[in-house]
């Protein structure tokens, strides 16, 4: 077998395993199924020795597109609801900021995982961007990865416990993400509008020269042409998929079989880490209810760290309040998503400082 025809195995080896972690995770109602399977796919391919590469421009467009649709969900509308409580959102948002930072410090302190990485890898939100941006700022990808969506699976786990308990123990059939449909119908002439969108912020990265340019720089693009009114963000479930995918193909096919055994060695702790961040948005929650008159499953949900995805599935199927649960939500992944590089570096910094 030639060179050629063994990297056309292994790549058709691993979309088929993608796709079929992907639909093993969407039976099982797993968030960001479309990103984690062909993630885990890649990472089981890379352990195996068997090498593959994602070209840098097909990395570019994928972030750019994710980008694309983080401004899509984060209509203008959701700023009034903001405004209406800031005081409030501060709190909030600061708070479990505070606390994810302070839980990545003490990982960083014992020596769990190195000190950026700890640091991206806790931060609350935002989850696959700290991922695409956290190389650009010195961390371990791979690393920040596992923490990253290893909180995701675990905060929708327990916001389902939570919600279910809450509805008295029957609380009807689970909450699920919608049905899978990668060809639903859309609109040609906003699809063909948020190509462009994605291209313009390609070009601007590339121009700029900024960390995880394409994605921040696509973001911006089109929440500025979203808002004004100019261009429908349209992205069909199909282009998501590829996007995501070659996404978490990028990231899982850096794992090795040493990298491997380095997060079954820190799994402990980091879970609990996740699980303390959890629990201290918990108390976060009960603050709400005594002093805002909050309603508890309303609180609880708003409070959850990060999964903002399966957070608005699991509130959409309950009675709560859904402007309130995804305005804070909102507001909390763009602060994390604008304020961790910043925050990181200067945390990362300062521990290094202190070791002298």
Not at 331 to 356: C, E, K, Y
Request: aromatic letters at 10%; proline letters at 5%.
């Amino acid at each position: 077998m030639t060179m050629a025809q063994a990297g056309l195995t292994r790549w058709a080896g691993l979309i088929a395993g993608s796709a079929a972690l992907v639909v093993a995770l969407e039976w099982l109602h797993i968030p960001a199924a479309l990103l984690l399977g062909p993630m885990f796919a890649a990472i089981g391919f890379a352990a195996s020795g068997r090498a593959l590469k994602i070209s840098r421009p097909l990395f570019n467009c994928a972030q750019a597109t994710v980008g694309a649709m983080i401004a899509a969900a984060i209509p203008a509308t959701i700023f009034h609801e903001i405004a209406d409580d800031w005081p409030l959102f501060v709190l909030c948002v600061g708070s479990v900021i505070v606390a994810s930072l302070v839980l990545g410090g003490l990982l960083a302190r014992f020596r769990v995982l190195p000190g950026s990485t700890a640091i991206w890898g806790s931060s609350p939100g935002a989850a696959t961007a700290m991922t695409l941006m956290a190389e650009s700022f010195g961390a371990d990808v791979r690393l920040v990865a596992f923490m990253q969506y290893l909180r995701v699976m675990m905060v929708a786990l327990v916001a389902t416990l939570v919600t279910r308990f809450w509805a008295g123990g029957d609380g009807g059939a689970p909450a699920t993400s919608p049905a899978l449909n990668l060809f639903a119908p859309f609109a040609p002439l906003s699809f063909l509008f948020t190509l462009l969108t994605i291209a313009a912020g390609v070009l601007a990265a590339r121009l700029l020269r900024i960390p995880a340019g394409p994605m921040l720089m696509t973001l911006i693009v089109a929440s500025v042409v979203q808002d004004v009114g100019w261009v429908e963000i349209t992205l069909p479930k199909w282009l998501l998929a590829l996007a995501y995918a070659f996404v978490g193909w990028g990231i899982g096919l850096r794992f090795s079989a040493e990298i491997l055994r380095y997060a079954a060695h820190a799994f402990p702790r980091v879970l609990l880490s996740v699980l303390t961040l959890i629990a201290i948005c918990g108390l976060f929650a009960f603050l709400l209810v005594k002093f805002a008159g909050i309603d508890p499953l309303t609180a609880y949900l708003a409070t959850s760290p990060g999964g903002a995805d399966s957070v608005a599935i699991i509130a959409a199927s309950s009675n709560v309040n859904m402007p309130f649960v995804m305005a804070m939500q909102t507001g909390r992944f763009i602060v994390v998503m604008f304020t961790g590089p910043i925050l990181s570096r200067w945390i990362a910094n300062w521990m290094v400082r202190r070791a002298f």
